[in-house]
């Protein structure tokens, strides 16, 4: 019977059957994996709790025609509790998920694995604000993905900034003659708050004016929905600041 083993972060479950439940994973060494739980619904399930969204497990699969199957699965990281009963941090944690979730399985690799797990352990200890926490991920995993924002030099001409207007389908910062009527202005302070998150210097961040976290995180999911194509359904519940 062919099996592999493999850590993962559970992105989303899905009913099926009766007792039954789909998981779709984002794992350490093979990218993302859609798989059968059976069943896990039910109240004496060996493994269901560890099979929650959030949760970090090492899974023991064996190689199905279509879906694979979840044969043992130890936690890793219990995560899910501490991030369920914050708002804040669930509908944070929601979006973080759903982008893994959204980009191709050609984009996920060892480092986006262990970011999404970084993320979601911090979310579940309050480390730092959640939407920031979210932002951060997203800022990250775009630029694993082959998107990095153009923050110091206009994204369009490459002229060195310091710029001040944002145009996510142009890729970042642009300068006053490559922007677009109505492209949005950005203060200087927002786009340190931006460079900040991309970079995890958390001590600027949480320091930072609310008004510029609020400016750089609508910023931040714009740009990432152009770029992956796809809304992101979470990121209307996240709470602004």
């Keep these: 019977m062919p099996t592999y083993r493999d850590e993962a972060v559970v992105l989303r479950t899905h009913k099926l059957g009766e007792a039954d439940r789909i998981v779709t994973m984002l794992s350490r060494r093979n990218g993302k994996i859609r798989a059968v739980a059976k069943g896990v619904r039910r109240t004496s399930s060996r493994f269901g709790a560890r099979l929650e969204p959030f949760m970090v497990a090492d899974v ?12 043992q699965a130890e936690s890793l990281g219990a995560y899910g509790a501490d991030i369920a009963i914050h708002y804040d941090r669930f509908t944070a944690a929601s979006a973080m998920v759903e982008t893994a979730d959204r980009l191709s399985d050609a984009e996920a690799t060892p480092q986006q694995y262990l970011l999404l797990v970084g ?12 939407r920031a926490t979210m932002d951060s991920y997203l800022l990250r995993v775009m630029a694993m993905s082959g998107w990095s924002p153009a923050l110091d030099a206009c994204a369009r001409c490459g002229a060195p900034g ?12 642009v300068c006053r003659g490559c922007a677009p009527a109505g492209a949005a202005r950005v203060t200087p302070t927002t786009v340190a708050v931006l460079a900040a998150l991309m970079r995890g210097d ?3 961040v949480d320091a930072a004016e609310q008004r510029d976290i609020g400016a750089a995180s ?23 600041v």
């Design 119 to 130: 993320g979601l352990r911090s979310l579940s200890r309050g480390e730092h604000q959640p």
């Design 60 to 71: 023991q699969l064996h190689i199905g025609r279509s879906l694979d199957i979840i044969q």
């Design 162 to 173: 310091p710029h001040d207007s944002f145009v996510a389908q142009a890729g970042g910062m």
């Design 218 to 240: 609508g910023l931040i999911a714009a740009y990432t929905q152009w770029h992956i194509e796809r809304g992101i359904r979470s990121l209307a519940h996240v709470e602004t």
């Design 202 to 204: 958390w001590d600027l």
